[in-house]
């Protein structure tokens, strides 16, 4: 099913002339076939003899009335919208119409759990596809009461937004609709909702099982609270801490933003093949089903979940009841939820040290998009849909929350949030733009905010922070047993634009960040000795307050990561800071160092070899969750991607021997454990790792970690990618976990196996099985590309009749783009796309050039993968600088 496109012009246009008094939809839902059939009735006011649209990607349309007339079908009816002509002052909008049931995460999803064979439906609007489930003007600012009416079966639960009814007897609502009543169905009309945007309205319907609780709001009233999940997976819901993180969510953002939760109740439910983390529906959060742990978690994911509740409910202020004008804001959205819910994990939470976890995982993610070709300001120009549908990135969201970071920092903590309290009193139920928040924040601060709001939000790219620093010998007539031997005699800190070849050159921007001193204590520590402000808003600035100071033995620029910026140490620290990165006391400063040494990496400047073998000297000493998770991923990106191929199996063997040793002295069971149990089983590759792997598939325990079902996937997964294990074992598997979660393994399994054959088959379903659903399109994927590169660097052959799989690739790209919905084409564009190589590379810079009208979204995510794989051909040139490969590990 193809793509729809909306420009932002027509949007303006069309609510200059409209404004929507209210939505009534009737939909019957059996679960079963393709489609379901819609009545709608939409009232709106409108220019007299104006004509307009309506938004509708229908399966079929049976009628339309406009006021109390039929219109032509063949007249109005187009593959995305409907042409209604000659309006009055007063409308009245009749639609009867089928629309189609999805399995791309969008639109209404469909999905049957192979447990019960039970059918589970939710709703995925955002950004443009409310009209994939019932007619509506689909864009943020044409606000509107929406009523649901659901025929659906009786034993089945439906929510919305509104409360959830008494479902009753359907007999007058099939009699209105002109059908024969159904056995087994009840209907559930809901009340209208408040005046919301069509993207955060919601439909779950299906024999969810659900859990109950309450609180009261700041203003006095009762929240009633719901926790919702498919039958298979109740009993691993875990819903005291669920509730507990929510009621936390709910007391901190109501103190801190001065207004009581908007809407009438709190829903989340736990929905199966979500493409997301989850969805801010206005009273019925959708959230990613992988957030309910059948098997052991780490803590990095658990934490994760606490971020994703706390963002979603900050998302009930920041988007729900105060909304985007256009696209445009959407960082007014996303970027104020992500800043807020880490604020509350931090504050609320027993993640106390959430901004660690902000720094090493969300910060890398904004830093690597903001050097892509792609880079753009966080009040991104939004001309279309096809602008938006792919800035749901680091930028939108990362950068957007680290530089409101900053902004607090700025005008104040108390100002910012009497601001934001004024914002939601003056615009609530509204939509605003960039200039309406600043307004209120320059009110409560006495700020004149447009030059930071200029250099901030509207310009892209990122600046690169240094420090030097100048020493000399000290006053020797002073000298003591514990004087230093050198003083520090100036401190600089420059920045300068980080330039991207393409794109406008980032200015300078205003920075409030800290430079850390650090020395060794009586106990051999790193610890800080000073932490030196410094507002640095031009190309250089001294630090006075050094001067004088004994040198310490690492510098830090960006303590405590304050500010949003690409740093490096002065030579001497950062060399002292990598050979003791186990002394340093503090976390966050650990983490600090290796995202200094991995951006020096991705940029060429430092071989990958010289990380690995920093990194697995000291991962020992990484105890945070999140940042050794981090840790983790990226020491699979430097071995498996930014290494020479004809070195990565060796490397392979000497990481999985050192996690090896790790798992086998960190403390039993923990979750340092459990990390590096996971460790090896990625990364192992001789034979006598493979044969280990095959002895903890048989083992009930390893080292005080239960081989839980999800860790023998795992080891299943590497087996079949070294073509180590038989199908019979997938087959066997398969039937020992026959869940959705399984089937989806099982696929990953097979198609990670490094054979022609194997991978030729995954291939092909991938491309011509249209109708895959999303999960099972993802698993394959990610199995396919598992060993796909060879040691000589070539890709496993395909074969026939598919020429080699990069050809095939930049063949049928544009292809999928025309056939398959935006989810599923940025999935087959992005995880199909051939590892790097000269070659790889040759092959994109010529389709781009030859496809210079291809979509929007699509050269974008072409426009990515190119500089992807051109960073990781430069990495591997330095890494194969090093004069001893064998040193890349230890």
């Known amino acids: 099913m193809p793509q729809y496109n909306l420009t932002r012009d027509e949007a303006r246009s069309r609510s200059s002339h409209i404004d929507v008094t209210s939505y009534e939809h009737t939909l019957i839902l059996t679960g079963r076939g393709d489609s379901f059939r819609v009545r709608s009735r939409i009232r709106f006011t409108a220019d007299p003899d104006a004509t307009t649209f309506i938004d509708a990607i229908t399966a079929s349309v049976e009628r339309i009335v406009l006021n109390g007339l039929d219109l032509e079908l063949a007249e109005v009816v187009a593959p995305s919208r409907i042409t209604l002509p000659r309006l009055a002052a007063e409308n009245e909008l009749v639609i009867d119409a089928h629309f189609s049931y999805m399995n791309t995460g969008e639109g209404l999803h469909r999905f049957v759990d192979p447990i019960d064979d039970e059918v589970y439906l939710y709703s995925q ?37 509104s409360p959830t009814p008494t479902p009753g007897d359907p007999a007058e609502t099939f009699a209105d609709l002109g059908e024969e009543a159904a056995e087994g169905m009840a209907v559930w009309q809901f009340a209208p909702t408040t005046p919301i945007s069509s993207y955060i309205t919601a439909i779950i319907a299906g024999p969810y099982r659900s859990v109950h609780s309450e609180l009261v709001s ?31 969510g709910f007391e901190f953002f109501e103190r801190e933003f001065g207004v009581p939760y908007p809407f009438e109740k709190y829903d989340q439910l736990f929905v199966p093949e979500f493409n997301a983390g989850a969805m801010e529906n206005a009273g019925a959060v959708t959230i990613l089903e992988n957030y309910i742990f059948r098997s052991r978690p780490t803590e990095a994911l658990v934490e994760r979940r606490t971020v994703t509740v706390l963002h979603e409910l ?51 993610w904004a830093y690597r998009q903001d050097q892509l070709p792609s880079t753009h300001p966080i009040v991104a120009p939004i001309e279309d849909l096809a602008d938006v549908e792919v800035n749901f990135d680091g930028i939108t969201y990362a950068k957007g929350a680290s530089v409101l970071k900053q902004l607090v920092a700025w005008v104040g903590r108390a100002e910012f949030f009497a601001g934001l309290a004024q914002y939601f009193e003056k615009h609530a139920w509204a939509n605003t733009e960039l200039s309406d928040l600043l307004r209120e924040l320059e009110a409560t601060s006495g700020r004149d905010l447009a030059t930071w709001s200029k250099l901030w939000l509207e310009e892209s790219g990122v600046n690169l922070i240094e420090a030097s620093v100048e020493t000399a010998p000290a006053d020797t007539a002073q000298e ?54 410094l507002d640095l808003d031009s190309a250089e600035a001294d630090v006075p307050e050094a001067v004088g100071l004994p040198k310490p033995d690492v510098i830090v620029v960006n303590d405590a990561d304050l500010t949003y910026a690409k740093v490096r140490f002065d030579p001497e620290s950062m060399r002292v800071a990598a050979a003791r990165l186990s002394d340093f006391d503090d976390s966050l400063t650990q983490l600090l160092v290796l995202s200094t040494l991995w951006d020096s990496v991705r940029d060429g400047e430092l071989p990958a070899g010289v990380y ?40 392979h063997t000497r990481v999985a021997d050192r996690l090896g040793e790790l798992f086998a002295s960190a403390p039993a069971g923990s979750d340092q454990a459990f990390q590096f149990l996971r460790g090896v089983i990625r990364h192992a590759e001789s034979p006598a790792q493979i044969d280990q792997l095959r002895q903890w598939l048989d083992a009930a325990e390893v080292g005080g970690i239960t081989i ?79 060993g796909l590169q060879t040691d000589t660097g070539e890709l496993i052959a395909a074969e026939p009749p598919l020429l080699d799989f990069a050809t095939e690739y930049f063949q049928r790209v544009s292809g999928w783009w025309e056939t398959r919905t935006l989810e599923m ?35 974008r995510l072409m426009r990515e993968n190119l500089a992807d794989a051109q960073r990781a051909l430069t990495a591997q040139e330095t890494s194969s600088m090093v004069e001893d490969p064998s040193k890349i590990a230890r």
């Open 314 to 364: 900050a998302h009930m202020w920041f988007g729900d009841l105060v909304t985007m004008k256009w696209w445009n804001d959407l960082w007014l959205n996303e970027s104020f939820a992500e800043f807020m819910s880490t604020l509350a994990t931090a504050e609320a939470t027993k993640y106390t040290e959430a901004w660690t976890t902000f720094a090493t995982i969300e910060k890398s």
């Open 218 to 248: 700041s203003d006095g009233q009762p929240v009633p609270l719901g926790l919702y999940c498919r039958e298979s997976l109740f009993e691993h819901l875990d819903s005291d801490t669920l509730f507990r993180i929510t009621r936390a």
């Open 612 to 651: 690995i073998e920093t990194l697995l000297d000291h991962l020992g000493a990484i105890t945070h969750s999140s940042g050794l998770l981090t840790q983790m991923r990226q020491l699979e990106t430097a071995v498996g991607a930014y290494l020479p191929p004809a070195e990565r199996a060796e490397a």
């Open 708 to 786: 839980d079902t999800d860790l023998k996937w795992e080891l299943l997964i590497a087996l079949s990618n070294h073509d180590a294990i038989a199908e019979s074992a997938i087959a066997d598997m398969s039937a020992e976990d026959p869940s959705a979660t399984g089937q989806r393994q099982a696929a990953t399994a097979r198609a990670a196996r490094a054979t022609s054959a194997a991978k030729s088959q995954a291939f092909t379903r991938m491309i011509d099985e249209v109708d895959l659903p999303n999960s099972e399109l993802g698993a394959l994927a990610t199995g396919f590309a598992m």
């Open 480 to 533: 003591s047993d514990s004087s230093p031997a050198e003083v520090v005699t100036r401190l600089r800190v420059t920045q300068k634009p980080w330039i991207i070849e393409g794109q406008p050159v980032p200015s300078l921007r205003p920075h409030r960040l800290a430079i850390g001193f650090y020395s060794e204590n009586a106990e051999g520590r790193l610890v800080r000795t000073h932490a030196l402000p």
């Open 125 to 161: 609007f955002e950004v443009p596809d409310a009209r994939r489930v019932f007619p509506v003007f689909e864009q943020p600012d044409l606000k509107a009461p929406f009523s649901f009416t659901v025929v659906a079966p009786e034993h089945w639960t439906v929510v919305s937004n």
């Open 825 to 859: 084409a940025q999935t087959m564009t992005l995880k199909l796309f051939p590892p790097a190589t000269a070659h790889t590379v040759a092959q994109a810079a010529t389709w781009l050039t030859d496809h210079p009208a291809a979509p929007k979204g699509l050269l």
